[in-house]
C-alpha cells in the first residue's frame, strides 16, 4: 500500500456515525473533505474550524441536490474519491413494518447509491485514480430474518459495486479505470445498530465488535491501495466479517440457510 498525496473526497451520511469518522479521518490527514447529510447541522458541528471542510445539505434521494453538492464541492470538475455512506435502517419482522418504512430503505439505500454513482461518474473520471467506495453490509451475503428489505437492499449495493467495478475499468483519463469497491462491516457501534436495530437477534448472539473508526481505518486502507492482481471489489471490515464472509462463500446455500436461521432465534 501506497499512501498517496492527499486528494478530495465526498462523504455522504457524515453527520455522525460510520460518515463522520471516514470525513474525520480524511480531515486529519490533510484531504479536502466534502460532509454532506440531510442534517446540516450535524456536518457543520464536524466541519467547525476545519479550513479544508465543505459542508452542506444533500439529501441523497434527489439527483438535484446531487448534482449542486458536486458542483460546489468540485470547483475544477474533478473527484479523487466518493463515498457512498448515507443509509437508513428498519428492523423487525417484514409484515410488521409499514410500506413508507420499506419504502424509505430502498430510497436512501439503493437509489441514493445509484444517484451518487451516476452523478459522480463524471467527476472521478477526471481524477487520475477516482474511487467510489460503497458502504455495503454484512446483511447482504444472505437474506436476514427480520433485515429483510434493509439486506435486500445491501445486496443491491454489492451487485452494483461489481458491476461498475467492471465496466468503469477504462473509463478514466488516458484510459485509466474508476475503481469502484465496497465496505462490508457486521455490526458497528452507531446508532442504526444500537437504536435502529434492536429487533436484530444475531446482534445479541455475535455482539458489536466494530466501531465507526474500525470501518474509518478501512476505507483508509482502500483508497491508498494499489492491487496488481484480479481481487474482488468487496473489502470486509473485522476478522469476524471476514471470517462469516469466508463460511459463506464456501458452503452451499443450505447450510448458510441453516447457519443464519439459528442466528436469527
Known amino acids: 500500500m501506497t499512501r498517496r498525496p492527499p486528494g478530495s473526497i465526498l462523504v455522504t451520511g457524515a453527520g455522525r456515525g460510520i460518515g463522520r469518522a471516514i470525513a474525520e479521518r480524511f480531515l486529519d490527514a490533510g484531504w479536502r473533505v466534502g460532509l454532506f447529510d440531510v442534517d ?13 471542510a465543505v ?12 448534482g449542486s453538492a458536486l458542483e460546489r464541492f468540485c470547483p475544477d470538475g474533478r473527484l ?8 437508513v435502517l428498519a428492523s423487525g419482522p417484514f409484515a410488521g413494518i409499514d410500506a413508507a418504512t420499506h419504502r424509505r430503505q430502498v430510497d436512501v439505500n439503493v437509489t441514493g447509491v445509484v444517484l451518487g454513482a451516476l452523478t459522480g461518474h463524471e467527476y472521478l473520471s477526471r481524477a487520475r485514480r477516482g474511487l467510489l467506495l ?11 430474518p427480520t433485515l429483510a428489505t434493509y439486506g435486500a437492499t445491501k445486496a443491491a449495493v454489492k451487485s452494483l459495486t461489481e458491476a461498475l467495478d467492471l465496466e468503469w475499468r477504462a473509463d478514466g483519463i488516458r484510459g485509466q479505470a474508476v475503481r469502484v469497491r465496497s465496505l462490508i462491516p457486521l455490526f458497528v457501534d452507531t446508532e442504526m445498530v444500537t437504536r ?6 444475531p446482534v445479541e448472539r455475535l455482539g458489536v465488535r466494530l466501531t ?4 474509518a481505518a478501512a476505507a483508509w486502507r482502500v483508497v491508498h491501495e494499489r492491487v496488481p492482481l484480479p481481487r474482488s471489489p468487496h473489502r ?7 471470517a462469516l464472509a469466508l463460511a459463506s462463500a464456501m458452503s452451499p446455500d443450505w447450510v448458510n440457510r441453516l447457519v443464519v436461521g439459528r442466528l436469527a432465534r
Do not use: K
Open 196 to 201: 435502529d436495530g434492536v429487533h436484530m437477534a
Open 212 to 215: 465507526p473508526d474500525d470501518v
Open 40 to 52: 446540516p447541522a450535524g456536518v457543520a458541528a464536524v466541519a467547525d474550524g476545519r479550513a479544508n
Open 134 to 144: 460503497n458502504l455495503c453490509s454484512a446483511s447482504a451475503l444472505y437474506g436476514q
Open 80 to 87: 479523487d474519491v466518493l463515498v457512498n455512506n448515507a443509509g
Open 236 to 242: 470486509t471490515v473485522g476478522r469476524q466479517t471476514r
Open 55 to 66: 459542508h452542506g445539505r444533500l439529501d441523497v434521494r434527489d439527483a438535484d441536490q446531487w
